[in-house]
């Protein structure tokens, strides 16, 4: 890990400590980034865009924003709950576990657990075939912190 100026070694533990844990991944990856900045917005973000975070998405039905002033990508709760890889580790595991899967622990899976973990946070149990939209906010938070070495993602399936 690099050197760190100490403003911003303080930052980054005072930023740790408000979350109440962290990984030395999380850790490592906070060392890199100012954590009380959310993902810089798009250059000229969409109409539909009310955060100025999101990112026009492929297909019509992913244009969706979280809405808000200031971006649910900005939240402390949204950074522990769909940003964490040691949570997105047990939530692999858990699904696994209910299905009689073998864990699998690569980008595509932890978008995946990270999107889960969204939808649970914010819209609760959906249920079988019963699927939401998640902000493109959101959705480029999440490819940023594990994105697809070919640079192509999975467009949003209604069920």
């Known amino acids: 890990m690099a050197t760190l100026h100490p403003a911003k070694k303080d930052n980054i533990l005072v930023h740790l400590l408000s979350m109440g844990r962290g ?3 999380f850790t ?3 060392a890199d980034e100012d954590p009380n900045d959310p993902e810089p917005p798009a250059e000229e973000a969409p ?5 100025r975070v999101c990112m026009p998405m492929s297909s019509e039905e992913e244009n969706v924003c979280c809405k808000r002033v200031t971006c649910i990508t900005s939240y402390t709760s949204f950074a522990n709950i ?25 980008g595509e899976s932890f978008r995946k657990a990270a999107y889960r973990q969204f939808a649970l946070w914010q819209y609760g149990k959906l249920g079988r075939g019963n699927r939401k939209v ?12 594990y994105p697809a070495s070919d640079g ?4 949003f399936r209604a069920s």
Do not use: G, H, T
Not at 47 to 51: I, R, S, Y
Not at 95 to 101: G, P, T
Not at 134 to 145: D, L, T, W, Y
């Open 134 to 145: 998640i902000p493109a906010c959101s959705v480029r938070r999440i490819r940023a912190q």
């Open 152 to 155: 192509k993602y999975m467009d």
């Open 28 to 30: 490592k990856k906070l």
């Open 82 to 106: 769909c940003l964490d890889r040691d949570i997105w580790e047990v939530c692999i595991k858990a699904r696994c576990d209910i299905r009689a899967d073998k864990f699998n622990f690569s």
């Open 47 to 51: 109409d539909w865009c009310k955060c």
């Open 23 to 25: 990984s030395l991944d």
